[in-house]
């Protein structure tokens, strides 16, 4: 099925030249099915890139999606152009009348200042708190997540001693659990960032569940146990070049950065590296939408009263 975007939304034609099935939204409204309504609170600088990259996650499902993007109205973006964000992406005061059957939170570049120091901080706890009763679940990537842990579960955030940023090995806790199905018991996975949360913070808090974390990059996939609240750590969405972009704008801005670990093929930066994670990204997402959203949302929210448990 495919995933509906907005007319003439740029990352359309890269969709469609890589056969990932898009409708137009003028075309959707005559489909005769309910289909999935998703926000995407989009953080990171280069938004158009980080569109392609979920838009190309959540078109490769049997569901039909419907998908709104959503841009601060406290922070002006500068790496996009306003023409972009007025054509395709609303403020939370033109949604927050709407509910939505999943949400994604992006990363941000801010993870080393204080979560109260973010300039739209507390336009991002009001969408979080919104989104308790009007989206069925939300999945919060990178900084997002370590927000989503520290504003809803009270789980703070440390630097590290250097960058992580690399593709590392993952373990899963539990292969049973429905959003890892399917995820062999060891896998590759990116992250990209200076900050971590506590894997004993984790594991010891009464509303959590660790499923799957990395010896060397620390807890990866964390989900709240009424299935609403998932937080990524790091960066499934990316591109197969994705880190060596920032790697190489790292180096051209002359910080001290580490090579990205187990990337580059033999450490050599002059050469291509390989996705090899790209499986466990679509896996993810899939069952994300399938038994998160899909299985859980009621079919007409109409029908569904502030805070009270619906199921189909």
């Not at 190309?56 to 306003?82: D, E, I, M, W």
């Not at 972009?84 to 992406?89: K, P």
């Not at 609240?229 to 580490?258: C, F, N, Q």
């Amino acid at each position: 099925m495919p995933i509906n975007i907005q007319k003439n939304l740029p990352a359309g034609e890269i969709l469609r030249q890589e056969k990932i099935f898009v409708m137009e939204e003028d075309r959707a409204k005559t489909q005769q099915i309910r289909p999935l309504n998703l926000l995407v609170f989009n953080l990171m600088p280069e938004k158009e890139k980080t569109e392609i990259q979920l838009l190309r996650l959540l078109g490769n499902t049997p569901l039909q999606v419907n998908v709104t993007f959503l841009n601060t109205a406290t922070y002006a973006s500068r790496n996009v152009s306003k023409s972009h964000l007025d054509t395709f992406y609303k403020t939370f005061d033109e949604i927050k009348h709407r509910r939505f059957d999943g949400m994604i939170i992006t990363g941000a570049p801010v993870e080393r200042m204080e979560f109260e120091d973010v300039s739209y901080w507390q336009e991002y706890t009001d969408v979080m708190d919104w989104a308790k009763v009007n989206v069925t679940s939300c999945m919060y990537i990178c900084w997002g997540a370590q927000a989503a842990l520290y504003h809803l579960f009270n789980i703070g955030k440390f630097e590290l001693p250097k960058k992580c940023s690399g593709i590392y090995s993952h373990v899963i806790t539990d292969l049973t659990v429905d959003l890892v199905r399917g995820f062999s018991d060891e896998y590759m996975a990116p992250h990209s960032r200076h900050t971590s949360v506590s894997i004993e913070e984790v594991r010891e808090h009464p509303e959590l569940r660790l499923l799957s974390y990395s010896e060397e990059a620390g807890p990866f996939i964390i989900q709240s146990k009424d299935t609403k609240h998932i937080m990524i750590t790091g960066h499934l969405e990316y591109d197969a070049t994705t880190l060596a972009d920032e790697y190489s704008r790292d180096v051209a801005k002359g910080e001290p950065v580490d090579m990205p670990v187990n990337y580059f093929p033999n450490n050599d930066p002059s050469q291509t590296p390989k996705n090899t994670w790209r499986a466990h990204s679509h896996l993810l997402f899939y069952n994300w939408l399938n038994y998160y959203v899909y299985q859980e949302t009621p079919y007409d929210w109409h029908f569904v009263e502030d805070n009270i448990e619906f199921h189909i």
